[in-house]
T-cell receptor
Framework: AQSVTQLGSHVSVSEGALVLLRCNYS??????LFWYVQYPNQGLQLLLK??????LVKGINGFEAEFKKSETSFHLTKPSAHMSDAAEYFC??????????????FGTGTRLQVTL | GAVVSQHPSRVICKSGTSVKIECRSL??????MFWYRQFPKKSLMLMAT?????????EQGVEKDKFLINHASLTLSTLTVTSAHPEDSSFYIC???????????????FGPGTRLTVL
């Protein structure tokens, strides 16, 4: 079974500061990992994903995440926060589901607040 | 690319009525779609997996007779909340899955969600 833990339900940073959102996973098989962002009253938008290969994954809006197998982590970072980054961020791990598609297991989410 | 739409975006209904929510993949075909429910300030809870041309697979604890799912084509899945009650009020989000291709896993793309309020 897969599980995801997001440390910190709420993170606040100043505009221009480093963003670090933590995600640790548990998986009995090599994981596929995702970060999604959700703006208020909207669905989820894919930021980036790790499947195989390079462990440092670059996504949209300047975000990146590094897969560290030894630490079972997939933390999300951005060098300089922007006000528009304020949103809810979800880390997810995929598992085999019915048919050909995989089911996602989500973390509980981290709300990012960006202050002036 | 990979755009998923939902309709309606918001619906208010009376207790006891049924509500249908549509999920469409606009620029790709999706063999599999997923339906989630999200409570305020909470994560997404998977309700069911919808495969085109076959019955949906429901997660444990989800009433299949209450939440009817139909995946009639490769671009459309519908969720019908039957005999809705106030406790069914929630944010319902669908996703459509794109196969993995040459590497890795399939990827889910999400719709914008539907806010259901049952009075």
């Amino acid at each position: 079974a897969q599980s995801v833990t997001q440390l910190g339900s709420h993170v606040s940073v100043s505009e221009g500061a480093l963003v670090l959102l933590r995600c640790n996973y548990s998986s009995s098989v090599p994981p596929y990992l995702f970060w999604y962002v959700q703006y208020p009253n909207q669905g989820l938008q894919l930021l980036l994903k790790y499947t195989t290969g390079a462990t440092l994954v670059k996504g949209i809006n300047g975000f990146e995440a590094e897969f560290k197998k030894s630490e079972t982590s997939f933390h999300l970072t951005k060098p300089s926060a922007h006000m528009s980054d304020a949103a809810e961020y979800f880390c997810a791990v995929s598992a085999l589901g019915t048919g050909t598609a995989s089911k996602l297991t989500f973390g509980t989410g981290t709300r990012l607040q960006v202050t002036l | 690319g990979a755009v998923v739409s939902q309709h309606p975006s918001r619906v208010i209904c009376k207790s006891g009525t049924s509500v249908k929510i549509e999920c469409r993949s606009l620029d790709f075909q999706a063999t599999t779609m997923f339906w989630y429910r999200q409570f305020p300030k909470k994560s997404l809870m998977l309700m069911a997996t919808s495969n085109e041309g076959s019955k949906a697979t429901y997660e444990q604890g989800v009433e299949k007779d209450k939440f009817l799912i139909n995946h009639a084509s490769l671009t459309l899945s519908t969720l019908t909340v039957t005999s809705a009650h106030p406790e069914d009020s929630s944010f319902y989000i669908c996703s459509a899955s794109i196969p993995p291709g040459l590497a890795g896993t399939d990827t889910q793309y999400f719709g914008p969600g539907t806010r259901l309020t049952v009075l």
